[in-house]
């Protein structure tokens, strides 16, 4: 590749866009390859090493997708932008998914293109500096602990799609490790040497989540004394997470919406738009989809963020994750502490594996850290777990074996849920803030779980 220009195949069948993409590309400097078959664009590529292939997605013979799948299987390092008609949004989706690397929609704009192909063959020159450097190229997934299949699918997942630009949604109940996950999919792409910059849209006021989001210039509202970047502008060139991205008003979301479809946004009273390079991680503890149906988010915005989606179940359905990531907690906690910590006792590893984990991994995580420091011997027993003001059960395992008759879990785990949450807010005095930080979860969060669960109380305090 000589500087930012590269080799580049355009597929299609219909000979004039061969043509128009071809003459637009060489205007450019780029080396361009013609092909309206897939076999022989697969041979293009493998004789000529290209860095990205511009296809279509409806061909006769083999379709666009089947040549993806073989493109990803055979030259994985190659880019794909592929290109789709109104009506396929479905198809392009699933190319995403398949690995592509951007998608763009006929008729598309030349000045569009050129854009994506700049942007993509930087992409592919950082890769390569990666492999030279030994630095990461495939999907970090080192601090995803565990081995239940759940864990292994979404490792696999990371791995296939970290490099490509594709918007990924990652669902699951707080403490689950969303944002690690988010940060496998940063630390695994392309972007790898970018900033990765995360923004909790819960933990702002509406009239303040615009600013954070898209920054603003001064004087644009009362103590605004200087102008000031958003995240998006902080983000550029990597990764940004939204988290919580379901506490987001509808007039945010409108205006999100307009920054992944055109990427450009305006600062909170600016009149010049600003044009940035980002890649869109959301993640929620929420049922989005459910929200669309009761028109609290809206449904343009939803698929547009759902292009990969990710769900992370909590730790009460995979048990089998607990000890490794008990052992895993155990190092680190030990090894900061300065303490000779080195095992569970039998009892404690029973209790370990009875817990429910309400909070799931981030409560495990905080269990863990408590009982070192508690702990002044080489091995942590059950009352270091639940702590010196706690009640030691005496037989925690066999608390939670499924009764002769059968039961319905999920109403046993409503009662667990609802047990817990009404435990905390009676020792924090009903004040919810105080019950969320010693559940481990955000205030939006507690107040949702108390409205879900019909906990009653008049003085209930914020």
Known sequence: MDGMRGKI????????????????LRCEGH?????????EALDIVAREG??????????????????????????????????????????????????????????????EIR???????ERRALYRRLKEQGLPGGAHVGDMVGNSPAIRAVADLVARVAPTDSTVLICGETGTGKEMVAKAFHYGSMRAFEPFVAVNCGAFPETLLESELFGHVRGAFTGAVADRKGVFELADRGTLL????????????????????????????????????????????????????????????????????????????????????????????????????????????????????????????????????LCDGDTIEVRH??????????????EFRVPEGGMDLEKRMEEIERAYVTDALERAGWNLTRAAQMLGLSFRAIRYKVRRLGIERREMIP
């Open 242 to 373: 939204l988290d919580e991205i379901g506490e987001m008003s509808i007039q945010t979301q409108v205006k999100l919406l307009r920054v992944l479809e055109t990427r450009t946004f305006k600062p909170v009273g600016g009149m010049k738009e600003r044009t940035v390079d980002v890649r869109l991680i959301a993640s929620t503890n929420r049922d989005l989809a459910a929200m669309v149906r009761e028109k609290q988010f809206r449904e343009d915005l939803y698929y547009r963020l759902n292009v990969i989606p990710v769900f992370l179940p909590p730790l009460r359905e995979r048990k089998e994750d607990i000890p490794l990531l008990a052992g895993h907690f155990l190092a680190r906690f030990a090894s900061r502490a300065g303490k000779r910590t080195v095992r569970f006792s039998e009892g404690a590893m029973s209790w370990l594996a009875a817990n429910p984990w309400v909070g799931n991994v981030r409560e495990l995580e905080n269990c863990i850290e408590r009982a070192v420091a």
């Open 9 to 24: 195949l355009v597929l299609d069948d219909e000979p004039a866009i061969r043509k128009v993409l071809g003459a637009v």
């Open 385 to 398: 777990l639940v702590g010196p003001s706690a009640p030691v059960p005496r037989s925690a395992p066999r």
């Open 115 to 121: 854009t994506l192909v700049a942007r993509a063959v």
């Open 50 to 111: 290209c860095d990205l292939v511009i296809q279509d997605l409806r061909m006769p013979g083999m379709d666009g997708l089947r040549f993806l799948a073989l493109l990803k299987e055979r030259h994985p390092e190659v880019l794909s932008i592929v290109i789709t008609a109104f009506g396929t949004w479905e198809t392009a989706v699933e190319a995403m998914r398949l690995g592509a690397y951007d998608h763009v929609r006929k008729p598309f704009d030349t000045d």
């Open 31 to 39: 080396q361009v390859y013609e092909s309206g078959d897939g076999a």
